[in-house]
């Protein structure tokens, strides 16, 4: 299936009105933006932090892990990056 463009109508000035036409996955369709997961790791490789980041700011729930595999933190951030609810913090064997 090839590309396609969705309309939509504008009001400019003085009431004057204009179509534009524009491809969904272009910077015009922002509105429909979600957030990527993303992953930091350790020097070794191992995993340090998984959650979802969206224009570069973490958002959704995070966790972060020892370099051995056991979690250590989680939480949650809210759309504009900061911490929200209950966040928790984990002892040596991944128990809360």
């Not at 930091?40 to 340090?48: A, F, L, T």
């Not at 932090?49 to 570069?56: I, K, P, R, T």
């Not at 020892?66 to 040596?92: A, H, P």
Request: aromatic share 14%.
């Amino acid at each position: 299936m090839g590309p396609f463009f969705r309309f939509h109508q504008a009001r400019g000035a003085a009431g004057s009105e204009a179509w534009h036409a524009f491809h969904p996955e272009s910077a015009l369709a922002a509105d429909k933006r979600k957030p990527k997961m993303h992953t930091e790791y350790h020097k070794d490789g191992s995993i340090w932090a998984e959650g979802q980041m969206l224009d570069g700011v973490p958002v959704g729930h995070w966790e972060w892990f020892r370099k051995e595999g056991t979690k250590m933190r989680s939480g949650t951030f809210d759309e504009s990056g900061n911490q929200t609810g209950e966040w928790t913090t984990y002892d040596r064997a991944g128990e809360p």
